[in-house]
């Protein structure tokens, strides 16, 4: 891979369980494969209800259980400044898409004419695990520990598609993708 950094941001709607579990196995993922230092990782909510607290302690739990940690993260909000600063943003969920894209709406009309938002690329996390019979990582936030285990097993998947992607995509193109097949 070139040294062009390749940065993602996974949303869900509060960044308690889904998306800090996506930002948690990507990175464990990305290190396994050997490709951490090229790219740069961060995980937010649709909502602000949970900013700046710990993951759900259930979501944490689960995860631990197959080695990831997410006791550093801390939750946030989208905010209009993420377009300009990933290259992928990546939904758990088709309301947590809707609501990516209408504030991405909202946010171009007052954006600065030197804004690349327009490059960024959005789009569901699980297009990255065709197999899976999901569209949607589902919320588990209401249900018992299996929904969080189920989280994991999708996360799992849609991680290793993406990441072989990537590593496709700088095999073939001497760097990272600035178009990833997913989102043309
Ligand atoms: P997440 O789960 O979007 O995967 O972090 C949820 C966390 C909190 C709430 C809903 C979903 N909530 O309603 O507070």
Redesign the pocket.
């Known amino acids: 891979m070139t040294s062009k950094m390749t940065r993602i941001l996974f949303v869900?709607?509060?960044?308690?369980?889904?998306?800090?579990?996506a930002e948690a196995v990507f990175r464990a993922r990305a290190e396994q494969a050997g490709i951490l230092s090229r790219l740069q990782l961060d995980s937010c909510?649709t909502?602000d209800?949970?900013v700046g607290k710990a993951?759900?302690s259930r979501?944490q739990r689960a995860a631990a259980t197959r080695d990831y940690d997410l006791s550093a993260l801390r939750?946030r909000q989208l905010d209009p400044s993420d377009f300009d600063r990933f290259d992928y943003i990546l939904a758990?969920d088709a309301a947590?898409l809707r609501d990516i894209i209408a504030l991405q709406a909202a946010s171009s009309e007052s954006a600065s004419p030197e804004s690349n938002a327009s490059s960024v690329h959005i789009g569901r996390f699980l297009d990255y695990a065709p197999n899976q019979c999901h569209a949607d990582?589902p919320?588990?936030?209401?249900g018992g520990d299996k929904g969080f285990d189920d989280?994991l097993d999708l996360i799992e998947a849609a991680s290793d598609g993406l990441l072989a992607q990537l590593v496709d995509a700088a095999d073939a193109h001497g760097g990272p993708p600035n178009k990833p097949e997913a989102f043309q």
Do not use: E, F
């Open positions: 869900c709607l509060g960044n308690i369980c889904r998306s800090p579990t909510g909502g209800w949970h993951p759900d979501a939750a758990m947590n990582v919320d588990p936030y209401y989280v």
